[in-house]
């Protein structure tokens, strides 16, 4: 596939928040053909060499209730904000590629994480939600399925396995990767190996670190959970695994109410899961210092192959479901060292994948400023970010998480 055909075209309207979801053809294609896509879909050597970053969309149009949060209205939000931005291969060339042909994850790529009972499960209730066009998952946690949900679920899958391959190709041929990013939903942290939960109905983080071992042999998998909440279905998929290191702070308290500094694995994977809870009101500051003497150290341990990571904005100052503050420039910081350290650890090999965010301009800004990150670019934080929104950060609270959680960890 040539470059010119990948170049993406779309152009999103201003109408974006009223009812008619002007999304762009070639992702409600890339969503609806990707189920018998043909051929290969993947980069060519010249796309790579040339890629900083690639992303592929899942917008699951069709999987969406009345005034829910986790809406269909998120990616064309971003999307919108990425084309506004020049941050497009349209306006950046060969420094950006979005993949337009992808296969979804297949059965199996699910039931790597999840029950096979819960995957068919899943497909034959669609039936239901064709006729009553909304119906709600039995599980722990509201969550909502609609007549396309599995079948746009298994694409949203499939866009970041996609990457994992585009990204590996990548650093076979420069020593630094390409970055990925998934630009997916509905999110995956929360879906437990037996179900769905929060929002989440498979965990697209959690399938791609097993995608990354068995088809391209990279053993050792750092994930890193940026989301307000707890991976709590990540943490579980990986809990007795020494081979998958997963990594989450989130704030204290929020949805779910795991993730507290003790759950650290079991088994052979004792040591192999660190759950940072921070207090309410955390922020820039407190984040900066999570990563330097939490995040860094632990990787540096562990040797990945890969890092993946779980990108929840909904650790925004601004966003409706929780409190924390960080802003859009912490997120940049994020994106940036992650990058840094995959460059450092593991060849470069890094996908991104889109977990919460709910705030649609906190959200859009926030995976713009990300995009700039992974490209090199400064920082356009400081014209959305409001610093006088912002209040002191729980410094001395802050301060004992941290040394608590590297005490616990020997870090
Ligand atoms: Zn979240």
New binding site residues.
């Given amino acids: 596939m040539h470059l010119e055909r990948l170049a993406s075209s779309c152009s999103l309207g201003n109408g974006l928040f009223v009812g008619h979801i002007p999304l762009c053809k070639n992702h409600t294609a890339s969503a609806s053909a990707s189920a018998s896509a043909v051929g290969n879909g993947n980069p060519s050597i010249h796309q790579l060499t040339n890629a900083r970053l690639i992303y592929s969309v899942a917008p699951s149009m069709g999987h969406n209730q009345d005034s829910h949060p986790e809406s269909h209205f998120r990616l064309p939000a971003i999307l919108n904000a990425l084309q506004q931005m020049h941050l497009t291969s349209e306006f950046r060339g060969s420094e950006v590629v979005e993949l337009q042909h992808f296969e979804p994850a297949s059965v199996d790529d699910i039931a790597s994480v999840h029950a096979r009972a819960y995957v068919s499960g899943l497909e034959k209730v669609m039936d239901q939600a064709v006729e009553k066009g909304l119906i709600f998952l039995d599980g722990s946690g509201p969550t909502y399925a609609t007549a396309t949900t599995y079948q746009e679920s298994i694409i949203a899958a499939g866009a970041g396995l996609a990457l994992v391959d585009s990204v590996v190709a990548g650093s076979k041929i420069k020593r630094d990767a390409p970055t990925g990013f998934a630009l997916i939903r509905p999110?995956g942290?929360?879906a437990v190996p037996k179900g769905p939960m929060?929002f989440c109905i498979f965990g697209n983080v959690a399938i791609a670190a097993r995608y990354a071992q068995r088809v391209h042999g990279l053993k050792r998998v750092f994930i890193i959970d940026f989301?307000?909440?707890h991976g709590n279905g990540t943490n579980d998929a990986f809990y007795a695994d020494p081979d998958v290191f997963f990594l989450s702070f989130?704030q204290d308290g929020?949805?779910p109410g795991t993730g507290k500094f003790d759950e650290v694995g079991n088994g052979d994977g004792e040591g192999t899961t660190l759950n940072l809870p921070l207090p309410g009101g955390s922020g820039d500051t407190a984040i900066r210092t999570v990563f330097d003497e939490v995040v860094v150290p632990s990787a540096q341990r562990f040797k990945p192959d890969i890092i993946l990571v779980s990108a929840?904005y909904?650790?925004h100052v601004l966003d409706p479901?929780?409190n924390l503050q960080y802003t859009t420039g912490t997120y940049y910081m994020l994106a940036s060292s992650i990058k840094q350290l995959a460059r450092d650890l593991c060849g470069g090999r890094c996908v991104f994948f889109l977990?919460?965010?709910y705030n649609l301009k906190s959200l859009s800004y926030s995976v713009a400023d990300t995009f700039r990150a992974l490209l090199g670019d400064p920082s356009l934080a400081s014209e959305f970010d409001d610093p006088r929104i912002l209040y002191e950060e729980p410094s001395t609270k802050v301060k004992q998480a941290i040394q608590r959680i590297k005490h616990i960890h020997s870090l």
Avoid: C, N, Q, T
Wanted: charged content about 15%; overall charge negative.
């Fill in positions: 999110p942290h929360h929060g989301d307000v909440h989130h929020s949805y929840g909904d650790g479901l929780a977990e919460g965010g």
